[in-house]
Nanobody, 121 residues
Framework: QVQLVESGGGLVQSGGSLRLSCVGS????????LSWLRQPPGKALEWIADISYNGRGANYAASVKGRFTASRDNDKNTAYLQMDNLKPEDSGVYYC??????????????WGPGTEVTVSS
C-alpha cells in the first residue's frame, strides 16, 4: 500500500525558512518522480515542484523558484522541500505526491495527509 507522510510544517515569520519532509513506503521510492503541491486557505491545489527519481532534476513553479529547493535521499525513502524567504502567500497545506497527473477534474495521484505551513507577516 502506497503511503506518503509529510512533516515539518509550522508557523514561521515572513522571511523565515522551513524544511518539509516526506517519507514514502509501499512502493519503489527510488524509481519514482515526486511532486509537491500546496493548497492555500480557501483556494485550489497548486503544483509547486517536481523532483526526478534520482534527485538530479527538479522543476519549480514561478512563484517559488529561487526560494524553494526540492531534494531527496533515496536511502532514507525521504524527499525534502527546503523553503526559504517565506512569504505570507506561501501559507497552506503542503502535500508530497506520487504519480501526479492533471485530469479534467483536477489533480490525481497518491499523496499523504499534508503538513500545514503558516507564514505570518
Amino acid at each position: 500500500q502506497v503511503q506518503l507522510v509529510e512533516s515539518g510544517g509550522g508557523l514561521v515569520q515572513s522571511g523565515g525558512s522551513l524544511r518539509l519532509s516526506c517519507v514514502g513506503s509501499g512502493f519503489p521510492f527510488s524509481q519514482n518522480h515526486l511532486s509537491w503541491l500546496r493548497q492555500p486557505p480557501g483556494k485550489a491545489l497548486e503544483w509547486i515542484a517536481d523532483i526526478s527519481y534520482n534527485g538530479r532534476g527538479a522543476n519549480y513553479a514561478a512563484s517559488v523558484k529561487g526560494r524553494f529547493t526540492a531534494s531527496r535521499d533515496n536511502d532514507k525513502n525521504t524527499a525534502y522541500l527546503q523553503m526559504d524567504n517565506l512569504k505570507p502567500e506561501d501559507s497552506g497545506v503542503y502535500y508530497c505526491t506520487k504519480d501526479l497527473r492533471l485530469t479534467s477534474t483536477g489533480f490525481a495521484g497518491s499523496w499523504g495527509p499534508g503538513t500545514e505551513v503558516t507564514v505570518s507577516s
